[in-house]
């Protein structure tokens, strides 16, 4: 046992505390006949509550974290402190970046030795958790090779490395038994035209999705490949800009049946969607996966990564969510960070514990609202013409035999009130 | 005639004006073997110059026309109006509405007997104007009948209406002998998820462009078929919010080699993504068609419709529309719009003008450009690892070998510059 | 009595309601002290209710209302059926600009009395009613002549007309027994510097707002001269950006102890500002006055006018009034508008009925966090090293002085936990 | 001499040149009666330069540099490359924070004295050198310590460590002859109004700039002290906004007529502005003083610090700088860095010889503009009735006068074309 958490104990679920408790989270609760925690799903982000100093362009480090530094046993405590927040939270979830979990090396294959003993590592400590891995994913920004790119650079040789880092990080996550494993495309993308040959990088970012599928059936992973959308930051404009850009993306490289979504509501609200109509578009494409239940400050034009605190809004995602048919291998994910000036380690608890009964209190009115089923009364009600036998024979028919049609019947169809204030009062009365 | 712009003469070219002149635009100057008027391919849109009356959100008319009412002969005043300025501009070609060039009628029937009379009426000024058609399209979001969406509307009568205008619209364009069909889905959206079904909307938008596709074969119309990204405005979010989404809908329904994107700088920017982008991806997905020339205020977030001035801004636009191959049925439209306090004819004139002769100046930059060959060489020369042997073997690799290879060969990749100051000074010393 | 609400009863306070009723809102419960509504103060829109045809800039009128027109037969119907939905609402106050309730006339002298007319038929309606004048405010945007602006316009016959307007609308406000009188300079910016003469413009300004508090004074009218702050729409800059920007402008004409602002959620947000900043920041300048709750939807670059909609915005915007001490004259007016395919009577009476409870949820949590406490005490003991003796004494000492005691007492002053997680955990108790 | 440009000559005035040479800028070059070296005062910024490593939120260091680390010899070497940069670019003045040029130590009396023996090395080479200093500044914004702001700081020590921070650099930057002392209030803002408190924070920091002006007096410094306005970030709200924003400060404060302005286009931009409005309102508030000539990407909501390269958007800055009187103290500083995958000395040199002759283009234009007086005519013309006995009296008037007037005129002002099609074609005439 480390002693950075020293003075506080696990999280208990207790409606009438004003201390560190769950007051809406109770994992056991049942919601629509599933516990709380199998829907839910809570996972913590090794790299944003470990790994991240607390740095920001105008300014340097500002956490002092005793396992700061490049050594195998600072990795270990760093592993051992995370383990001992899972504990604390109860959550049943992690998520980790190669980078994150072990010390960068000299070389490829010192990084990778020390990546395989850190999964070790890791292994070990979850036989005595209850937490499990939700996904591994692969750290190809951070590192100055990765500038212009990873699958997208103009070098095929960091093309090469990025395919082995990829390849290293999928057999870790099937090792540890990972639920999905994650694309984020940090730097596919680019900063200017002049110099990016837009049509060979689309290219070389489909062919690396391709490879990880492929990848994914000879080892036999029978988790999800899921891709993260976001538009733009680091890079001026990001290839996987938002759901709908990369369903595009899949079709054309005909993975549209084999990857799905890592929807991040930060991400949504930097590409001017919000994070229900994300959501709802994965779900309509039939590429729903999973979830990165973190906001964005809507009038900041960066990725502030800050732990959910609207109940209002977060219910209106999980309503998608479980109108999705709920997680099969995705979960809710904190990719946020403390802000930088949250020093304590106390901060690093609150923010999760926070954050996880927001998400609680969100969910349980998503699921009121659907068990009520006004909401969806209403929408069904409203679209009720298409699904008469006229409704349904208009798709079929072709724009001659419509246009006679309407001539004939000299229609002089009405608008009818959209309600939009009404069906938000009772949202209202859920959350 | 009219004497609307009664003390206006036809504009000539003279590069020393300071006056109603081109300085920059000749339509006869031979630019990489063409005529400029043949690259260029300017449009004027009847509906921003004859049929807005200058309002705003804060409002009412501001612009006094003599031909603003809504009976037959006031359309035909505008239809004078329109080609006596095409004219003295001495522009190939504009674009309508239906319901920029005929009275609405109390139904259906009748607003067809009068389109159909204007589109005879129109068709005969062309017969001795050099102007001819670069598109035509349907107004299905004006008309309150249009407020919840056309071919996205919860009532299947809407939908009907919506199919059978878009028939006529066909028809016409058709019979003037127009370059292009162009679909824009103005309120092809919606204002809150909360009564929206994204699914079936998005299949009812899908059937219509189908059925668009099939009536264009059906009557023989060779023109090409274009749709128009926009991400939001007037619905809070739209379907076809730019180039990468529209693509993603058209493989969903097949029409990727059918349609093409008619693509405006203003939609781009409140994308969130610059023209030039936008034109560069359309180009690399094979489904560019044309462009709507008219910028957007950067700082106003909404369509601010107005028409070009920025030099090294166009000259960008057109170098991707040189390097797609140029114009082919599309050309350059300016859907653009006076200030609402630029109340006098003579703006109407200035405001295409000035907008014609910074797209003469950008144009001839982009050629220099292309011809100048430094951009393109630098730009191979960052990717010529790819065109190597090995490069090519790479994509066609697999995860475990590439893998065992980087270990291997113990690579050790290192970044080059990207330059982008460099290739910015380039293009600097061109526009 | 019209029949235009022919099936709504009189709103009730019911928590069990899932109908018409107010669910949260009681005016008679006591809150620290006072009555709800004496606290709240609501106030219904004029403009946004009973004048708004239901366009936008891509479409035309959707809503059909009986007293649309020019005429003062329905300006008075339009009278009758607003306080018919007063009586409805129970609304203690309400607003008005001149031209939502008279017709306009062929010139000044006509709209004058037109105007003076319906003043004194709503005052005939407001003795038999409980609802009473928030504040008047003259519209000095919508009519082309104040294209260029108003009191800002290069011609001075136009800011002759509006300074009469003026007059003529705080001497209806002052009759009424209006609480407040308020100036928005709805067109008081520019489309672009190049026509404009900012500081011209700027004194023009500044001299119209001397001669309304000299007015003021004149007549004896009690009520609070307020100005009201937006960055842009309708131009693309307004001169009255937000509540900073309006503060040293007040200072340049030496304003500042004579006016206040109402500050409008939406201009908050379209300014980059959130309300509660704005209000904070009024209220630290001593010039806070009144509101506009209504919200802006953030990811919308225009002024959408939403009802509010999300309890823990507005809780937190109630907090900062209730810190400032509260309304005096000030109160919670709705600038919103429905959506505009709200077309229903009923939409109407739930817009304005979902947002009152909205209000009184949130307007309750900012007082139970204020009683409680803890927010204030935990902010007091971050500066509490400022209300020492040393403290007090640094901020009346100078850089030399203080450059050698630092130096002298070898500092090294440590940063501490900002606690922004556990803060905003806190809020979520209450809201 | 390092040989960290070993290959690179000082760069020439050669309008042919397609290499590294300035085609535009020509110091000697007589444009309105003045050197073209005397009217733009180009200034290099020491920090993006020489000590920026090139990381961002997503990565870490990607250039590599010899003087990279944290003793006296690498700040010397440093030091020495950059009076190579500036005399290959015969730059006339240069730029800096306290923390570029010196290495921090371990304690306030430490970095001191490592700063004393910088600003003496720095002066010894300014003997040799034609750069002078257009300004020194202090970062109280990178050190964990300010991370809850300096000035603005709840700590009162991190106020004195402020203070004594600035008087060294005041000290400094006179003792080297600096032309101006420069506040950026880096973290002067706030995260969370939570934990803010506004007003307090608001009076701190006025406290600190009074003691800033009255310690110039006090030692003598002639030249000017400048506020930088920012929006936000790295703070969700900076208080020093926009020039709006600050002219109220300074008016709070006192301090209008002691304080000017250091505009910087890419802040301008951050806050919806345009970076001619918040110079034109500088100079109507007699608040202009110098200007940070980098643009920021509109469509990136961060701070992208990149080099000018829009040589119409120059000249329209250009235009209000020579409109405002041209600089005295103040100059042209490019606070603009590298993009982060432009590695080479030569990319140093490049973006600044770029910068140098899109600002000479641009400026030249603005002048060429200003002489030919269409303009400034035009403008005149459209206010002239202000100039008129009438018009002026109309200020000196009452609202009661006025209104009697207007009604026994019986004025019925019409609105004139504002023309700003037009204007902008007489723009790009000289762009």
């Given amino acids: 046992m480390t002693d950075f958490f020293k ?40 790299w944003h509550s470990f790994a991240w100093p607390g740095d920001d362009p105008f300014g340097g480090q500002t956490f002092e974290r005793p396992w700061f530094g490049n050594t195998m046993d600072l990795a270990k405590m760093k592993a051992d402190v995370a383990f001992e927040m899972f504990d604390l939270l109860n959550v049943p979830f992690f998520c980790w970046h190669d980078a994150d979990i072990r010390p960068e090396g000299d070389s490829f294959a010192e990084s990778k030795r020390n990546f395989e003993e850190m999964v070790d590592y890791l292994s070990e400590k979850m036989e005595s958790s209850k937490t499990k891995l939700l996904w591994g994913t692969a750290n190809l920004f951070s590192n100055r090779r990765f500038m212009a790119g990873a699958a997208t650079n103009p070098d095929p040789d960091i093309f090469a490395w990025s395919a082995a880092t990829v390849k290293n990080c999928m057999d870790a996550t099937h090792k540890m038994g990972g639920q999905n494993y994650v694309l984020w495309g940090g730097r596919e993308g680019y900063e200017t035209l002049l110099n990016t040959d837009l049509k060979r990088e689309r290219q070389q970012a489909g062919r690396l999705l391709q490879m990880a599928v492929e990848y994914k ?11 993260e959308p976001k538009p733009q930051e680091p890079t001026k404009h990001q290839y996987d800009f938002d759901v709908a850009t990369v ?30 109509h994300e959501l709802a578009l994965a779900s309509a494409l039939g590429i729903f996966g999973s979830i990165d239940m973190n906001r964005n400050d809507y009038q900041s034009g960066w990725d502030t990564d800050q732990f959910p605190n609207n109940v209002p809004e977060v219910a209106l995602a999980y309503y998608e969510v479980l109108k999705a ?16 000036q949250s020093l304590d380690p106390v901060d690093l608890i609150a923010g999760h514990a926070g954050a996880m009964d927001v998400c609680a209190r969100g969910f349980k009115a998503a699921a009121a609202m659907l068990e009520d089923g006004t909401l969806e009364a209403m929408r069904s009600e409203r679209y009720a013409g298409w699904d008469t036998p006229k409704g349904q024979a208009l798709l079929k028919s072709d724009l001659a035999t419509i246009a006679a049609q309407v001539e004939a019947d000299a229609i002089n169809p009405q608008p009818r009130s959209g309600r939009q204030e009404i069906l938000e009062n009772i949202v209202n009365r859920f959350v």
Avoid at 217 to 227: N, P, Q, R, T, Y
């Fill in 325 to 340: 048919g709920g997680f099969t291998t995705g979960g809710t994910n904190f990719d946020a960070k403390l802000r930088r």
């Fill in 247 to 276: 369903y595009g993306f899949l079709k054309e490289f005909g993975l549209e049946s084999e990857v799905q979504m890592n929807i991040e509501q930060g991400h949504a609200i930097l590409a001017g969607h919000s994070f229900e």
């Fill in 217 to 227: 059936h000879k080892i036999g992973f029978k988790g999800a490949i899921l891709v």
């Fill in 7 to 46: 003075d506080i104990s696990p999280l208990r679920y207790d409606p009438q505390s004003d201390g560190l408790a769950f007051r809406h989270y109770n994992p056991d609760e049942v919601v629509m006949g599933k516990r709380m925690e199998d829907h839910l799903r809570f996972a913590v982000a090794y």
